[in-house]
């Protein structure tokens, strides 16, 4: 039982202590993830740039700090109510400015126009979608011709809490949602090892082709 209510919060932070636990713990653990997404991006300053579900902000800071062009625009998309609240204020000043849109909505629904993002990058966030063909489909949509995707996991902590039964059904399995991205119209789809001084993490790279 406590293996679903961790999964269901980590999918879907809600406004409760699970919540608030599940915030402080992306805060604590994610940050080297969500970086290594941003700079694997190769954002550039006038680029519109998507984060699928932001959490309580900490990429959106990151990319915020690289769009410097007068073009340049940041849109964040998260299911949780939650998050989107939080990351909300943390980037208050950039979401008044216009500089920073945020959308509380599904990946799968995005209020996107077609060909909207240069770059999109996610952090430990697709094991958590119902439909990963339907995720990918809609990523694809909104992604100008020849934009970037990019996502960034620790695989044996996905497998680890998988075998926990934390993680719902087989969706954390990378395959699986490299061939939801094939299946959806990328291409130049690949997994590759990363190494830093302190960790080493996996990188999922697609580019959309229209």
């Not at 209510?5 to 999918?11: C, N, P, S, T, V």
């Not at 800071?61 to 909300?88: F, P, R």
Request: proline letters at 4%; glycine letters at 8%; charged letters at 25%.
């Amino acid at each position: 039982m406590w293996a679903e209510k961790l999964g269901k919060q980590l999918g879907h932070p809600t406004q409760s202590v699970g919540g608030w636990l599940v915030s402080r713990l992306l805060v604590a653990r994610n940050w080297v993830l969500e970086e290594n997404a941003v700079q694997l991006c190769r954002i550039q300053p006038d680029d519109t740039v998507l984060e699928l579900g932001h959490g309580p902000g900490l990429g959106l800071k990151s990319a915020a700090k690289l769009l410097t062009a007068h073009k340049g625009h940041l849109i964040g998309v998260d299911y949780s109510a939650y998050m989107h609240k939080e990351a909300s204020e943390r980037m208050k000043d950039l979401v008044a400015s216009g500089k920073v849109t945020l959308h509380h909505c599904d990946v799968a629904a995005m209020p996107l126009e077609d060909n909207t993002a240069d770059k999109v990058f996610h952090c430990n966030c697709y094991y958590f979608w119902p439909d990963l063909r339907k995720g990918a489909t809609e990523i694809h949509r909104v992604m100008k011709p020849g934009g970037l995707m990019v996502t960034t996991l620790r695989l044996s902590n996905v497998a680890a809490l998988a075998a926990k039964r934390v993680m719902p059904g087989e969706n954390w399995r990378p395959e699986a949602y490299m061939t939801a991205l094939r299946d959806s119209g990328f291409i130049d789809v690949r997994m590759e090892d990363r190494q830093l001084k302190y960790i080493s993490f996996q990188a999922i790279y697609a580019t959309a082709s229209k």
